[in-house]
């Protein structure tokens, strides 16, 4: 399987059919791409407040405590919308790419239908992939309150050893929750492809994409190929980041705080736009392979230039005779 070409085709995709920047924005998240944000490194302090300023900001908050609850309140509900719409967009990308693939355009308004008809679906599936993953995250965590626990009960030398245990533990299970996060990624890819191409019910899109993954049909390669595109959008999203941080610091340094809150802003306003055209890549990227995984879309021949040029000789004349 010719991978990179999966890419390019991938790519040509992404950036004729631009519609599908506004799924890819809501499903960044999920496939990889999205914003994020920097440390500036400095904290502040009670020396950093002017005399007073603690009682102030008391008042303000008593007197305005309506306000912040509406505003929490508001901000649950956008949070809870955007989910929603995450999931759909997800269902709704990988239609999207299958109409490119398809030489059709592919239209907003039916990927966003066939998102929310498949949302119950794509949730299923990334829920049960996920499963795994939290509890091996959950194993660390009771590990470390029981040691904690226990070394409280059992003095200095109880102590030694739970700690020991932690420190034997731990990177164990750092690897496996690596190991894991990395299979459940794959598997919800094809799973997802399944559900919404296939129409299969959640559980047989996940058997079948279990199945594809231990079955050498190229997913883990293609995951693998999958790390340099997400390399270079790092990079081009650190890029971007740095003057934000650095004009941050200097006015966080300044104490102009209002400044800063809108320049953080404005950075995740500018993040939404490589983050929409990385997810939407992303996804196409699986679409296409998935699609020649399974004989969907017949990868392309190519044709030796030797062979191509070959002409066959013409027919020998006959002699000549005369009459």
């Not at 009670?46 to 009682?55: L, M, R």
């Not at 009960?153 to 190991?179: D, N, R, S």
């Not at 492809?193 to 079955?215: E, H």
Request: with cysteine.
């Amino acid at each position: 399987m010719d991978y990179f070409d999966i890419l390019k085709r991938a790519w040509s995709i992404t950036w004729r059919y631009k519609a599908l920047w506004v799924l890819g924005l809501f499903a960044g998240a999920a496939s990889g791409g999205g914003g994020g944000g920097g440390n500036t490194g400095y904290s502040t302090g009670s020396g950093d407040f002017p005399t007073g300023a603690e009682q102030q900001f008391i008042n303000w908050f008593s007197e305005n405590l309506v306000l912040i609850v509406i505003l929490i309140a508001l901000l649950a509900v956008v949070g809870l919308a955007f989910w929603v719409l995450s999931i759909a967009a997800q269902g709704g990308l990988v239609y999207g790419a299958n109409e490119a693939a398809e030489s059709r355009a592919p239209r907003l308004g039916s990927a966003w239908g066939v998102g929310f008809r498949r949302w119950g679906r794509t949730f299923m599936i990334g829920f049960v992939v996920a499963l795994p993953v939290l509890a091996i995250v959950l194993v660390p965590v009771v590990i470390l309150t029981t040691a904690g626990i226990g070394g409280l009960l059992t003095g200095e030398q109880g102590a030694a050893l739970a700690l020991g245990g932690v420190c034997l533990v731990l990177p164990i299970m750092f690897v496996l929750l690596i190991a894991a996060a990395i299979i459940a990624g794959i598997v919800y890819q094809l799973a997802l492809r399944y559900g919404v191409l296939q129409d299969v019910s959640f559980g047989q899109a996940i058997k079948r994409g279990w199945s594809d993954l231990w079955g050498k049909r190229g997913a883990f390669v293609f995951w693998l190929v999958m790390i340099m595109p997400g390399i270079a959008y790092g990079f081009i999203t650190l890029i971007l980041i740095v003057p934000f941080v650095i004009g941050m610091i200097g006015l966080v340094v300044a104490e102009q705080y209002a400044l800063v809150a809108g320049l953080l802003v404005l950075m995740v306003l500018l993040l939404m736009i490589p983050g929409a055209i990385y997810g939407t890549f992303v996804s196409s990227a699986w679409t296409v392979f998935f699609r020649r995984m399974t004989g969907m879309e017949e990868a392309p021949v190519t044709v030796a230039a030797d062979s191509a040029a070959f002409i066959p000789p013409p027919p020998p004349t006959p002699p000549y005779h005369e009459a």
